[in-house]
Structure formats: C-alpha cells, structure tokens
C-alpha cells in the first residue's frame, strides 16, 4: 500500500482549507477504486481534528491544488461559482510530442451516462523538450510542457483533450499512450501521471476576498524535469 507523508496545507482560514494532493492518493472512497485504504478527506480531517468536505474533485493521479471546506453549508456557494465558472484553475502537464505555441480544444465528451456534454479547454506551450532516445522509427522523442486551462470541468476532461489532440500526457492510462508510458517505466521507472493541478483563483463566498493559491511540484512531478533536461539534445 503506498504511503503518504501529512499533507502540505497552502491555505486555510475559518471556512476553507487547500491542500497539494500528492499524485495516487484518492479525494474519498469510491467504488472503482477498491483497493485505496487512504482517502485525502480522512487525511486531512485527522491532520487538523475537524470535518472537511471537498469543493471539486482531482483524479487519483493528478497532484496539486485541492480544496475543502469546513462547513458543508459553504458547498452551496462555490458549487455556484463552478456553476457561473467563476473558478480559474491552472494546470501543467506534460505530454507527447511538439504543441502549437497556443490552442483551443473544443470537443464535447460523454459522461458516464452517456449524456453528449459541451467541453473545453485552453493550453498554451510553456516548453519544448527533443530527448536523446528513439521512439518507434524516430532517432529522438519530442515532449511539451504545457498549461492547460479548463474551460468547463468535466471527467477526464484534460486527460481525453489533449488525448484527443495526439498530445496525451506522459503516464495517463488509459488515455495516453501506451508506447510512450512502457518507455518511461522502463527506462526512467516513471509511472507518475505527469499532470499537475498548480494553481487556484477565485472570490471568497464569505470574505469576499480575492483569493489565489499556487502549488509546487511533487517529487514525482520534478523527476520527470530532470529527466528532460539530463536527456535533452544538444543541438
């Protein structure tokens, strides 16, 4: 069972608390996910001896910026912020191949339900990366970091765009690509999905207050970094 170390707390005030989830560990208990015994609600609500309730939801795999709330009461109101998509979340991720400098996806998905809903996403390229290993008939491998900003928030969403687009992200499965992420685990013993959720902005439901919270890369995140600079191509 993995471990985790206490979570890393970025902001807390009398109504709200954000953690930076760390990649593989769950937001709650769920059905599809039998075998986790370790939930970042049961974590954090015996790490500061009260209930918390999580605003929005991360994947499993995805690290980074999670917010709760300590009075169920609240919910209501930022569930109403979602809903006006007054919420601006920032992602980085790191995915297959050279992205164009900047990008819209527009591609509606379908839920679990099987319901067609309006999806989109905005991502603009922070960094390309040309690494010294072949993949397939190519002497070299082409990587991006990106951003990536949900314009809606659906499941998967980030992971099935840039899948969508052929730039999934590095360790996503079953989205990605399964050459790629064999590649990573054999060579580097990578398995970390490379997404990470690294920053948060919105109006306070009660103070009002401007509210931003940024998150750091987890170790697994900063290992894939200096892989891609230990490999890159001197050209």
């Known amino acids: 069972m993995q471990k985790f170390k206490p979570l890393e707390i970025l902001f807390e005030d009398d109504e709200i608390i954000a953690i930076n989830k760390p990649h593989g560990l769950l937001v709650h208990r769920s059905r599809i996910a039998i075998d986790a015994k370790v939930f970042a609600v049961q974590m ?17 795999k995805t690290g980074g910026v999670l917010l709760f709330a300590k009075e169920k009461l609240i919910l209501d109101s930022f569930s109403d912020l979602f809903r006006k998509r007054e919420i601006n979340k920032t992602y ?16 509606d998905l379908t839920n679990e339900k099987g319901k067609l809903q309006e999806t989109r996403t905005r991502y603009r ?7 010294d290993f072949g993949s397939g008939s190519h002497t070299t491998s082409r990587y991006s970091f990106v951003e ?3 314009v809606t928030g ?9 899948a969508h687009i052929y730039h999934p992200i590095i360790g996503d499965r079953p989205h990605g690509c399964n050459k790629q992420n064999k590649i990573w685990k054999d060579k580097f013993n990578m ?7 690294s920053h948060l902005s919105f109006i306070h439901p009660i103070s009002k207050n401007h509210i931003e919270i940024g998150a750091p890369f987890h170790e697994d995140f900063e290992a894939g970094f200096k892989i891609m600079h230990m490999k890159s191509v001197k050209h």
């Open 44 to 60: 954090l609500r015996n790490q500061i001896g009260c209930h918390v309730y999580p605003v929005h939801r991360l994947d499993r």
């Open 92 to 107: 980085q991720a790191i995915v297959r191949g050279f992205t164009e400098d900047e990008g819209d996806i527009d591609y």
């Open 125 to 131: 390229t922070l960094k390309r990366y040309e690494l």
């Open 148 to 150: 990536l900003n949900p």
């Open 154 to 162: 659906r499941m998967h969403q980030l992971r099935k765009h840039m």
């Open 191 to 197: 398995t970390t999905m490379l997404l990470h959720a």
